[in-house]
């Protein structure tokens, strides 16, 4: 197994207005995605602002519930992916903490239930493996702040996500 080194995502979340300071992706009434600062010259039907990504499921997800809260866009930068999760969809949770936690799939990777995705070394320092309970893709990977290492993990069905093609405008 090669290991890479993990370059977080972006993360852009369902809004009404857009700001000139962040970054948005507008889906256009056509259909087409664009990204730019500011508002576009051409009509547009949703816009989606960049956000933090750090605590972001905080926005986005119904921890309660699994399901997704608000629609988002995901930059998957080691795939060059532009991944739409809408409000809504279903999905599988996954809370990884330990002393320390050593990830090894990224946003827009592909898993099958049991795959192994992580590996944490306890306060008892034992070393434990830890194995996807679903089978789909991973659309969001967040570090929680607390004292030790925790993470959430959304893993939701293919048919879930929707690749889209986003234009620098």
Not at 16 to 24: G, M, Q
Not at 70 to 97: C, F, G, N
Not at 122 to 142: M, Q, Y
């Amino acid at each position: 197994m090669s290991y890479q080194l993990y370059r977080y995502p972006s993360i852009y979340i369902e809004g009404n207005k857009p700001t000139t300071d962040k970054p948005s992706i507008f889906q256009l009434v056509d259909g087409k995605f664009i990204l730019l600062r500011g508002e576009p010259k051409e009509p547009y039907a949703r816009v989606f602002i960049r956000e933090i990504y750090e605590n972001s499921h905080l926005k986005v997800l119904d921890l309660y519930g699994s399901r997704v809260k608000k629609s988002y866009i995901i930059y998957a930068p080691q795939h060059d992916l532009y991944l739409l999760i809408e409000r809504e969809t279903p999905i599988s949770l996954l809370e990884v903490s330990g002393k320390r936690v050593h990830i090894y799939l990224s946003e827009g990777d592909k898993v099958l239930e049991g795959d192994r995705i992580a590996t944490i070394i306890t306060n008892k320092l034992e070393i434990r493996n830890v194995r996807s309970l679903a089978k789909g893709i991973i659309v969001l990977i967040s570090e929680c702040l607390e004292p030790t290492e925790k993470y959430i993990i959304a893993v939701t069905g293919e048919d879930n996500v929707r690749k889209i093609n986003v234009k620098p405008y």
